[in-house]
């Protein structure tokens, strides 16, 4: 009955290696099970290679002004119409999605760079400062964001363009912003870790080890907060898109020579009634990244989280 | 056989699974009279449990389902029941007490209430009858200040507590058969032994019949009349209590009984606490002939080739094993 | 239970200083002067200006003018609109109970879907039924609100010209008609930000339902004989409630930013709209002021979800 050995018995290499390689082909398993998020893995995939390189193919510029083909529908020469100033709107779409990506993106990291911290600080201090940083969670999870979003936008503004440029100075506020209201959850997550982990054998074996607490960190205590942290990363990024669609949505985002999605949708809203394209393609645009990434972030948890597997 | 309180021939019961059917229980023959205490032993997976949710149908269905056999009730077959009629004998004919105290109370509700719930369910009483007849109840199990405390939530209560809760409101409606899952498992050693008192007191005040399942050997030995031990969804030996202990006739009891820590032996014989060697075989492809065979050291081919068949070798005496006049 | 009570009071108090002191410490930190209104104004001479700072504190240390702020804040002196030049806490006044009223009819709306539609999902997993819910679920918390108000303009108003898409306060009826038209104008505003939150809770009323199905005491209650509809509502639903609570509490800042949103696309005369237009403005004074009354209102809703969690488990009161 070779099967009933206990694996830590066997000391070759081979079958070290083993269980290193298990858990991520088991999680691709548990993924693939889950066929919207698989189809969804695909779609997003699309948008993403679209944004990234669709503007090599179509190379209408974004800001050619054409009075001659004002609010036109979809056709050849503008496959999803154009604005009110006859701007191509593909172009305009494919240029906003960069932006809205690359903001989605750029505001994950910030959260889950923070997050990270701010709950490995926690769960590694434990006591008084998990306490107080605990409380600075809720406080934020509490927060109302969106106003905060506007005032903070509002204040900064102007202040950071003068220093930057107007269109990074807006991303690098958005980003930030919208990144320092999404930590909360993965510091949570992250610190839940500490303490579920902090008893177990094999850290308690690395430290008499004489491993270095940074070292324990990162090579024991991070890795296996890693599939909650990606799951709540994979959301985050389809918040912050909302985020920054809505502030340019309400007119306070990027400077509106900046097509962004939510831009675009501000712009179309007042000419509903005669050119309803104008506002669908770019909200069908938000709408499929944003159900794309929660249904692969749903494909993930599935996958990853281990809490969730019975 | 007509007159018997609870009889159940052949049952299956098997769970459908991401791997195939598990055949839980596999051909389960069992019966009770009015008044008797039955015990059901065996290790976890040997399918006691799920024998005994699924006589009041309280196995998830799917997973879980019927495949055979059939669960005699006074008479009446339960397995192809309605849900109304199912409800009907749930409490008010049979009370059902489970492995785990700590849980199966809602924590919402005071224990007056979960109990008046039951009998409301099954009496048109009012609610403050109701709840009269669960402090009743409550001081019948022995739970002191019991009017008080039906106002008590369960977390206001010890496991123990808990627990002769559960059995005042098993008993609250009267039932002709109380079917108690492992009722002790869950306590500390102290207060296991005050349950099991409690439950041969009930039984002695109110005469309803017991199926009382458990792994515990000890547990066996305090409270019933006869045995029946179960093996891997099967029925290996059944007999009644002093016999078993005494000459146990299958090699699964006899490791069953030699597993069972002996104060008196220890300090003496220096005598080794046996363990069962090997595991219990897969039920999702169990095994053609005798499924303890491959832990048994008395096998032999013919145990591998066939299942054995449960034979009665003396009277209230049986046995699933083909050598058991050899080895016993 | 009122131990509890006060307890929970006593914990919401630093959360609204907590976010008292964010809300001050971005405005100290704004670059610039936020009176920059009246210091471009040449009407105002240079010394009436000063006198001005002086008067507002402006000069002051900064935990100085924190605690003046703050007092100031409490006390409801929430200064003049820069713009209509009216009493920032009147204007206010004068639009909240719009937001209130919409933001809880919409939150009616959200739980006469979310009950039902997650219990019966969960009570049938991986059923068709539910399968189809959980996809409606996604679908619709992936539509932010400024979408799905534009395509119901589009669909509503636009193409089936069934209803008005701009929100107005001087509708020249009376009784009845009133009323009428009174709900036909805010139906879409409020079916807009209840959809998106009963998207949301379904999956929560689904998630919570799931994990309390499978205790112990629901075995219990079957056993106990009692039939399966009750059994889902006295002994699931019914505890299934206590972690919906918070999950809802916690969703209350995603209201109210949806709830702007909202007001904006209809034009609804709230404060979430007041925001956005003195924003536009520069209207510092009123800016603030409705920040902070949201903030407040958050705090308290989150309150109010602690008082019904305390109220839905018996167990908290003894924690």
């Given amino acids: 009955m070779a099967g009933s050995i206990p694996a830590s018995a066997i000391a070759s290499p081979a079958a070290a290696a083993r269980p290193r390689i298990g858990p991520w082909r088991e999680a691709w398993r548990r993924f693939r099970k889950h066929r919207l998020a698989v189809a969804s893995a695909v779609v997003l995939g699309t948008i993403i290679l679209a944004v990234l390189i669709g503007p090599l193919f179509w190379s209408l510029p974004i800001d050619e002004i054409d009075f001659t083909a004002r609010l036109e529908g979809p056709s050849l020469a503008h496959p999803l119409g154009t604005d009110d100033l006859g701007q191509d709107l593909l172009a305009r779409i494919l240029y906003g999605g960069r932006i809205s990506l690359a903001v989605g993106f750029a505001a994950m990291s910030v959260a889950v760079s923070v997050g990270v911290l701010v709950g490995a600080i926690a769960g590694m201090a434990g006591g008084r400062l998990d306490a107080a940083l605990m409380w600075l969670t809720d406080l934020f999870l509490s927060l109302p964001q969106l106003p905060l979003l506007l005032l903070i936008i509002y204040l900064f503004r102007d202040a950071l363009t003068g220093v930057v440029g107007q269109e990074l100075g807006v991303f690098i506020l958005i980003v930030t912003v919208i990144g320092a209201f999404n930590w909360m959850q993965v510091a949570r997550l992250v610190r839940a870790q500490f303490f579920s982990l902090r008893e177990k054998e094999f850290v308690e074996a690395a430290r008499a080890l004489g491993a270095s607490r940074a070292r324990l960190v990162w090579r024991h205590i991070l890795p296996n907060a890693l599939g909650p942290v990606i799951v709540a990363a994979t959301i985050d990024v389809a918040a912050a898109i909302i985020a920054e669609s809505t502030l340019s949505f309400l007119g306070l985002g990027f400077p509106p020579d900046i097509p962004t999605w939510g831009r675009l949708l501000f712009d179309a809203k007042d000419n509903l009634d005669f050119a309803p394209h104008w506002a669908l393609f770019p909200g069908l645009a938000i709408f499929l990244t944003v159900v794309s990434i929660n249904f692969v972030g749903d494909g993930l948890r599935d996958a990853l989280d281990p809490r969730r597997v019975q | 056989m007509a007159g018997r309180l609870l009889n159940i021939q052949g049952l299956k019961v098997h769970f459908k699974t991401d791997d195939g059917w598990v055949h839980a229980v596999d051909g389960v023959d069992l019966s009770l009279d009015a008044g008797e205490t039955l015990s059901v032993v065996g290790e976890s997976g040997s399918g006691k449990t799920v024998t005994a949710k699924t006589i009041l149908k309280l196995i998830d269905m799917p997973p879980g389902r019927i495949m055979d056999g059939s669960i005699l009730w006074q008479g009446e077959d339960l397995v192809p029941a309605r849900p109304e009629r199912m409800r009907d004998i749930r409490s008010k004919e049979i009370g059902f007490i489970f492995q785990e105290p700590m849980t199966s109370l809602n924590p919402v509700y005071t224990v007056g209430e979960q109990i008046a719930e039951t009998v409301r369910q099954h009496q048109r009483i009012s609610r403050k009858a109701a709840m009269e007849r669960a402090a009743e109840m409550l001081s019948l199990v022995h739970i002191p200040n019991a009017s008080r405390r039906v106002h008590d939530y369960p977390h206001q209560f010890s496991g123990g507590m808990r627990q002769r809760v559960m059995i005042a409101m098993a008993l609250s409606c009267d039932p002709k058969l109380i079917i108690a899952d492992e009722p002790t498992t869950a306590l500390d050693v102290t207060i296991q032994a005050q349950i099991l008192d409690l439950l041969n007191e009930m039984k002695e005040r109110l005469g309803m019949a017991v199926l009382l399942i458990t792994h515990a050997m000890g547990v066996v030995a305090e409270t019933a009349q006869r045995v029946i031990v179960m093996y891997a969804g099967q029925v290996v030996e059944e007999a009644p209590v002093e016999a078993l202990f005494d000459r146990p006739l299958h090699p699964y009891t006899q490791g069953l009984i030699r597993s069972i820590p002996r104060l008196d032996l220890a300090a003496t014989e220096h005598r080794r606490l046996e363990a069962i060697p090997g595991t219990v075989p897969s039920l999702l492809s169990p095994p053609q002939g005798c499924r303890f065979a491959a832990r048994c050291g008395y096998a032999i081919e013919a145990c591998r080739a066939a299942p054995p068949p449960l034979r009665e070798i003396a009277p209230g005496r049986k046995v699933a094993c083909i050598r058991a006049e050899e080895i016993a | ?319």
């Fill in chain 3, 1 to 319: 239970m009122a131990q509890y009570l006060v307890r929970r009071l006593l914990i919401a108090i630093p959360s609204l200083l907590g976010i008292s002191v964010i809300l001050f410490t971005v405005l100290a930190l704004a670059p610039g002067d936020p009176f920059e209104e009246l210091a471009t104004n040449p009407a105002i001479p240079p010394e009436v200006r000063a006198n001005l700072r002086a008067s507002l504190g402006l000069d002051d240390p900064v935990h100085i003018r924190y605690f003046a702020w703050l007092t100031s804040m409490l006390r409801g002196e929430w200064g003049f609109s820069f713009v209509s030049r009216i009493p920032v806490d009147d204007l206010i006044l004068q639009r909240l109970p719009v937001t209130i009223a919409v933001i809880g009819a919409s939150q009616l709306v959200a739980l006469a879907i979310a009950l039902p539609v997650g219990v019966y999902a969960a009570t049938r997993p991986y059923s068709i039924f539910d399968q189809i819910a959980n996809t409606l679920a996604f679908v619709g918390f992936s539509l932010p609100t400024f979408f799905t108000g534009l395509l119901f303009i589009l669909f509503f108003s636009i193409y089936l010209d069934w209803l008005p898409f701009v929100f107005r306060t001087d509708i020249e009826a009376t009784g009845w008609n009133w009323w009428w038209q009174q709900l036909r104008q805010s139906i879409m505003p409020i079916m807009v930000l209840g959809l998106f939150q009963g998207a949301a809770w379904t999956r929560f009323v689904r998630s919570a339902v799931l994990d309390v199905i499978r205790l112990d005491h629901v075995t219990t209650a079957r056993a106990k004989g009692i039939p399966e509809r009750a059994v889902t509502l006295r002994h699931v639903v019914r505890n299934a409630m206590i972690p919906v609570v918070t999950l809802v509490a916690l969703q209350m800042p995603a209201v109210f930013g949806g709830a702007i949103v909202t007001e904006q696309i209809f034009r609804v005369p709230g404060i979430g709209s007041l925001l956005i237009s003195a924003i536009l403005a520069n209207d510092t004074p009123v800016i603030m002021a409705v920040t902070f009354v949201i903030a407040a209102l958050v705090v308290f809703f989150n309150l109010l979800a602690d008082v019904i969690y305390g109220w839905l488990d018996p167990r908290i009161s003894y924690r």
